[in-house]
């Protein structure tokens, strides 16, 4: 028999299974509670099990998580990780700073195939989907780094690493399950973040589902010719359909929308551009993030000058918006979220 992966089953799934081994559902809780509360990754932790059990479990079961190959941090304290899996394959996650909370950006694919033009990840093409305990894994992980540079940990998870979340929907949906839950992390579905290059058929979908964390759109340009250069994906998913997908979504949810946007010097970001987005937003609450532009040699774009943004800025507040501007962190890392892995795998 195929050993199975023990970090993509929910608390059912493991009952099922462990009562397939002759197991009792209360030595299930306890696996359970080692693997998502107390967050170890081998049987061998697992203390109030008996030796033979602990022998048994891993004649069945495997976990698929992670490795830290790389650490690094940046002046600016932000710190990126490079996590090696399995199969030799490297993702990336990192760890934000501020104020009054700690951000970890995840990874949930190897690469990207939605190419956008604009985007580190999306030239690397796509290679595989992560699995749940990949996903987790890179949560866990910083969560404990935090921790150990004597921080509070994690605040706050989005999920704007590498790869197009909504194109892993189910490993996606499982892994906020186990990060949400109170038998898991039992982290508040408020402070989890899923932003997609608008997936459309799946962004109706969480909405069917009851999606209870926020969710974020890369529009990063307001019409669709435009759109349609960068963002190839806006070929098949055009901005009419995003726009009832997302009337949609807030319908059903009740949510404000996040709307993601990269000023691309001479590109998408002047005053007409700024119009046309605040058109595109009429017709749900948004909360725009317009964000500083990281350039790298994958691609040939340049970031908006100050005055520039300002301008784009201020026409958008002028119209009572709520609009945040992010500044890129990690510059001298390569910490960008979007902008991950290119370079480890070019070794
Ligand atoms: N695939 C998802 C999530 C990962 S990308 C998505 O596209 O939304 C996370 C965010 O980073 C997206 O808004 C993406 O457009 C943006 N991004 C990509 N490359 C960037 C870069 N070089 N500088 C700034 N933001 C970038
Ligand atoms: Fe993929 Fe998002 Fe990058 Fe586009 S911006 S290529 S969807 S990771």
Redesign the pocket.
């Known amino acids: 028999m195929d050993k199975r992966d023990i970090l993509s089953l929910s608390f059912d799934e493991l009952v099922t299974a462990m009562e397939e081994c002759g197991e009792k559902k209360f030595r299930a809780t306890q696996v359970y509670q080692w693997i998502w509360q107390k967050r170890v990754r081998s049987f061998d932790a697992m203390s109030n099990l008996s030796q033979k059990l602990r022998e048994q479990l891993a004649e069945v079961f495997y976990f698929q998580t992670i490795k830290v190959s790389t650490a690094k941090k940046s002046t600016d304290g932000s710190c990126k990780f490079a996590f090696s899996l399995f199969d030799g394959n490297v993702v990336e996650g990192v760890l934000i700073p501020a104020k009054d909370r700690m951000t970890a950006c995840i990874s949930s694919q190897v690469g ?1 195939g939605l190419q ?1 033009a ?3 990840t999306g030239s690397l093409g796509f290679t595989r989907n992560l699995s749940v305990g990949e996903i987790t894994d890179q949560f866990f992980v910083m969560d404990a780094a935090a921790k150990e540079d004597g921080g509070q940990g994690i605040s706050n998870i989005v ?3 590498m ?3 909504l194109m892993n929907y189910k490993n996606v949906m499982s892994s906020i399950d186990r990060l949400t839950e109170e038998k898991g992390a039992g982290l508040a579905p408020s402070r989890i973040t899923v ?3 608008g997936i459309i058929r799946n962004i109706k979908q969480l909405a069917d589902d009851g999606f209870s964390c926020n969710l974020a759109i ?1 529009l ?1 340009a307001p019409k669709d010719m435009l759109r349609s250069q960068i963002m190839p994906i806006n070929k098949t998913n055009p901005l009419a359909k995003l726009s009832d997908a997302l009337a949609y979504y807030h319908e059903k949810t009740g949510d404000r929308i996040t709307i ?1 946007y ?1 000023l691309l010097q001479g590109v998408n970001d002047s005053v007409q551009h700024a119009r046309e987005l605040a058109e595109f937003t009429k017709r749900f609450p948004v909360k725009i993030n317009v ?1 500083e ?2 350039p ?1 040699e994958k691609a040939p774009y340049k970031k908006s000058d100050r005055q520039t943004l300002d301008a784009f800025v201020s026409f958008l507040k002028g119209l009572n918006l709520i609009v945040n501007v992010r500044f ?1 962190k990690g510059k001298d890392i390569a910490a ?4 991950l892995a290119a370079k480890q795998k070019r070794k």
């Open positions: 990207c956008c604009f985007c580190a999920y704007m690493g790869g197009e979340p932003s997609t290059s890369s990063h993601e990269v964000i532009y990281n790298h890129s960008a979220c979007g902008q």
